[in-house]
């Protein structure tokens, strides 16, 4: 029975090795060659498709990679209240140092 099963892990092992080797046949058959007005008409398309491609302009992209996710720009921070650099008085009643 061990023999059997070590024979048949050989034969699936082998299979794959051996296709490779095989020859290599088209079986679909080759269509009929293109007239010269067909391969003229093709040369024409492909040169209009090139000439129609210069004329789309390049796509400016963003260095944000979030931008998408974002709503509305980013608030910019409230101005602080500007103190006064003057010392404070003390309070009436308070003794100074």
Same mark, same amino acid.
């Given at each position: 029975?061990?023999?059997?099963?070590?024979?048949?892990?050989?034969?699936?092992?082998?299979?794959?090795?051996?296709?490779?080797?095989?020859?290599?046949?088209?079986?679909? *058959? !080759?269509? /009929?060659?293109?007239?010269?007005?067909?391969? @003229? +008409?093709?040369? &024409?398309?492909? #040169?209009?498709?090139?000439? $129609?491609?210069?004329?789309?302009?390049?796509?400016?992209?963003?260095?944000?990679?979030?931008?998408?996710?974002? *709503? !509305?720009? /980013?608030?910019?921070?409230?101005?602080?209240? @500007? +103190?006064?650099? &003057?010392?404070? #008085?003390?309070?009436?009643? $308070?003794?100074?140092?």
């Amino acid at each position: 029975m061990k023999l059997f099963r070590m024979g048949a892990v050989l034969a699936v092992l082998a299979g794959p090795a051996f296709a490779q080797e095989a020859p290599h046949i088209n079986l679909l *058959a !080759d269509g /009929p060659s293109k007239t010269d007005d067909e391969k @003229a +008409a093709d040369a &024409a398309r492909d #040169k209009a498709y090139k000439e $129609t491609l210069k004329k789309i302009p390049d796509a400016k992209t963003s260095n944000d990679p979030w931008g998408g996710m974002r *709503a !509305d720009p /980013p608030k910019q921070p409230a101005p602080k209240a @500007a +103190a006064s650099s &003057a010392p404070r #008085k003390p309070k009436a009643g $308070t003794a100074a140092n």
